[in-house]
C-alpha cells in the first residue's frame, strides 16, 4: 500500500471531480461533497505519513481547512467565506509542494511518482479554483457573469469557477466564463502558462524516464 499511496489520493480527487457536481442537485449535497473532501484530507496525509514532520503539518492544516469550510456554515458572513477559501488554498498549496518534492527527489521514477505528479496537476486546478472564487470574494466582478458565475450561492459559484480553472489549466478555453479585472488576468495566463510547462516538461519527463528505468530493470 505505501508504494499505492498517492494511487489513493489520485482515487479521491477524480471521485470529488466526478461526483460533486451531480451530488449537488441532492438534498444532502453539500454534506457529501464534505465528505469527498475530508476523503481527500485523509489520503493527502497518508501520502506524506512517511515523513513525520509533513504528516504533522498535514494533520493541523487538515484541521484548519475543515474549521474553515464549516464556518460559513455557522457564520453566513462575508469574512467567513474569505477564511475558509483561504485556509482550503493553503492546504491545497502544502499539497502541492510537499508531493512535488517527493516527484522531483533523486531515485529511480516509479509508478507511484506518476500517480504523485498527477496528484499535482489536478491539486493545482483546484488551488486555482479557490484562488478565484478569494479574488471574487475580494473584489466582485473579476469574472465575467455567466450561467451560475453570478450567483450569491457560494458552492454554485466555487463550481463555475472550477470549470475555468480546469478549461484554463488546459488551455481549453470554451469562452463562456472571461476575467475582467487585470488580476483575474493575470492569474489566469499563469495558470494557463504553468499548466501546459507542467505536462510538457515534467510528466513527459518522468514518464520516458519511467520507461527507461523498466527496460534496464528487464535488462
Known amino acids: 500500500m505505501r508504494e ?22 441532492f438534498r444532502h449535497g453539500v454534506l457529501f461533497l464534505n465528505v469527498l473532501g475530508a476523503a481527500i484530507l485523509v489520503a493527502g496525509s497518508y501520502a506524506l505519513s512517511e515523513r513525520k514532520q509533513l504528516f504533522r503539518t498535514a494533520i493541523v492544516l487538515s484541521a484548519i ?14 469574512w467567513a467565506v474569505v477564511a475558509s477559501h483561504s485556509s482550503t488554498i493553503l492546504l491545497g498549496g502544502f499539497f502541492c509542494v510537499s508531493i512535488l518534492a517527493y516527484v522531483l527527489h533523486s531515485g529511480r521514477v516509479t509508478s507511484d511518482k506518476i500517480f504523485a505528479a ?32 453570478g450567483r450569491t450561492d457560494d458552492v454554485a459559484r466555487v463550481t463555475q469557477l472550477r470549470y475555468f480553472s480546469f478549461a484554463t489549466l488546459t ?20 495558470e494557463a502558462v504553468m499548466g501546459q510547462i507542467y505536462l510538457a516538461v515534467l510528466v513527459a519527463r518522468l514518464v520516458g524516464l519511467h520507461i527507461a528505468h523498466g527496460s534496464e530493470r528487464r535488462e
Open 118 to 149: 498527477i496528484c499535482v496537476y489536478l491539486l493545482a486546478g483546484f488551488v486555482w479554483t479557490y484562488g478565484y472564487a478569494l479574488l471574487e470574494d475580494v473584489r466582485p466582478g473579476s469574472f465575467a457573469d455567466s450561467t451560475e458565475a
Open 171 to 190: 488551455t481549453l478555453g470554451y469562452g463562456d466564463i472571461l476575467p475582467r479585472s487585470s488580476t483575474a488576468r493575470t492569474m489566469a495566463v499563469l
Open 4 to 25: 499505492r499511496r498517492h494511487l489513493l489520493l489520485l482515487i479521491a480527487i477524480l471521485l470529488l471531480f466526478v461526483v460533486g457536481p451531480f451530488v449537488l442537485t
Open 65 to 78: 481547512a475543515t474549521v474553515g469550510a464549516c464556518l460559513p456554515l455557522t457564520f453566513p458572513e462575508h
